[in-house]
């Protein structure tokens, strides 16, 4: 789900000396799906819900439980109701990517796009992890590849509030002049996941 923050889990006196990050790796292995612990997400609207593991989730093997509250978010609005509906959209992605529509660098996304359950289209290589971070979280691009209409600034309130800060730290206040130098820009390819592919000088100007 959303969080970015360490979830802790004590098992006994000793690991309370210790608390270690939680490790969504461990807790797959036991074949839990998602819902089972994050169980608010299935009727979640609002991006405000609160969809970490409610405490006596956790507490049906473990002897304590201490859980943080979600950390904030960038995005104003979200439903994971009406997205688990869709189903598995992993293979949206994966051919968005084989496409090379896709609007980010997919890194080794694809190789987490096979055989992934619901959740795991969006929040990928949990398998492998043993920390909570942000890297799990989906990215702008994923988003993308359904909500096709990119129009800055328009279309970024859709789900961003007016206050978001969006820009990337190049955007200074002589951006306007630097970026229409020649090799200005080195990488135009960063500029497609806000931009889009098809974007105009009119389009900012």
Known sequence: MRSAAFLILLAGSSAAQTPRPFSHRLHLRLKLECTECHAAARASTRVEDNLLPRRDACLRCHQNAAIPPPPTTIVNRFSHQL????????????????????LSQSADIRRHLNG????GACHRGLEESDAVTRAALPQMADCLVCHVQIDPPYTCEFCHSKTA???????????LDAHTRKNAISDKSSCTVCHGRKFTCLGCH
């Open 83 to 102: 997205h688990l509906k869709f189903g598995n959209i992993a293979p949206l992605i994966a051919r968005a990517i084989d496409s090379h529509t896709y």
């Open 116 to 119: 992934t359950n619901p959740c």
């Open 165 to 175: 800060k969006l820009k990337p730290a190049s955007h200074t206040a002589d951006f």
